[in-house]
């Protein structure tokens, strides 16, 4: 029998990339997303008959983000929990018993009762998870607005912690994209087997990629992201701060929204530090292909897809284990691995790559062609590989 795939994505993700590589292949039979269909439909390139849009929370979601302040974060994660709730009953509702050869593939936090609906229906079950374990999550975020003084603790609710823990229960198969995710939640007790890792791909369009003429002659230090304490952004800050001192020709610029709790931290940098906050698709190649270096000492990520489009366009990247780097790089080759929360460790990473010019542009080079490499359809392939093992109870 020909094996089909369900996918199921709160949101968008890059669970479109995989349906359309599944398409492609005959393999897909429907994709739920909470996404309203003008978003997605034509231009995800899913045929109308595969596509279920189930956008009722999604809608409450955006009113959400009009309310002020205050408001906002509390009726926010009210939301946010009816809005997943909302979208795995729906989907939940919609699977019936299948022949053998089914693939439910969902994305974790609305997940419980479509994979419990998913397996009596007689299908095999993937829970994908994109950030580490959700328990390792909050510890290690809980220790850094510890270390900073802050009030406030951004980290996941305890209904979003409950749906993820029993999602790991109930799935056949947890997929995730680095070892470091899977290290986080095998020291959370979950079984070695039960976990599966494919590095996400990425889809570049590299016709564009050409370099732009430097236009004022400083090394620039990029970082893409939110700007933010989960990204590490604190050490980023430190190190500008004490190489502005050492030379005066290296800038850092920092690209992508400001989280207010971390705007205080901030302002007390902004002599060593350019912020851009968010900029569009066209100004963000721009602003990459006039740098030299990509940091991202993130400490809680899946595998962030900014340091593969860094990658492509041909810059070094600086990241953590954490951050996935060692699913993408090799120390030395297109970059460094830093450890984690060290700040003299950037620095000097940037003053040795500061001074080599061409080994930087060497280790750009390697790391073009390396995010080459990284195509969303060499993860379809081993995802589907995954898929088969899975149906055949191997």
Known sequence: GKMKVILSVPGKWHLFQVARELEKRGLLHRIYTSFPKFKVYPKEGIPKDKLKCLPLGEACMQIAKRLPGKQRSLAGNLLWMLKNDFFDREVAARLRRQEPGFVYHGLSSAQSRSLRRAKDAGMKTILERSSTHVLFQNKIMEEEYKKFGVPIRDHQPDWLVRNELREYEIADKILVPTHFVKKTFMDEGVDEKKILVIPFGTNLDTGRLSAQPKKNGKFTVLYVGHVDFRKGVPYILEAAKSLCSKASDIEFVLVGP?????????????????????????????????????????????????????????????????????????????????????????????????????????????????????????????????????????
Not at 272 to 292: F, K, M, N, P, T
Not at 320 to 348: F, H, M
Request: charged residues 25%; proline residues 3%; contains cysteine.
């Open 258 to 394: 400001v989280r207010p709790l971390f705007k205080r931290l901030l302002s007390g940098y902004s002599d060593v530090c350019q912020v851009l906050g968010y900029v569009g698709h066209d100004r963000l190649a721009e602003i990459y292909s006039r740098a030299d270096l990509f940091v991202f000492p993130s400490l809680e990520e899946g595998l962030a897809l900014v340091q593969l489009e860094a990658m492509s366009h041909g810059l070094p990247v600086l990241s953590t284990c954490n951050a996935g780097a060692e699913e993408i790089i090799e120390s030395g080759r297109e970059g460094y691995i830093l450890p984690l929360r060290d700040s003299a460790a950037i620095e000097e990473r940037v003053l040795e790559l500061y001074h080599d010019r061409a080994r930087c542009r060497q280790m750009g080079e390697a790391a073009k062609k390396k995010a080459l490499v990284q195509s969303w359809s060499n993860y379809a392939e081993r995802l589907i590989y995954e898929y088969r093992a899975l149906l055949q109870g191997s």
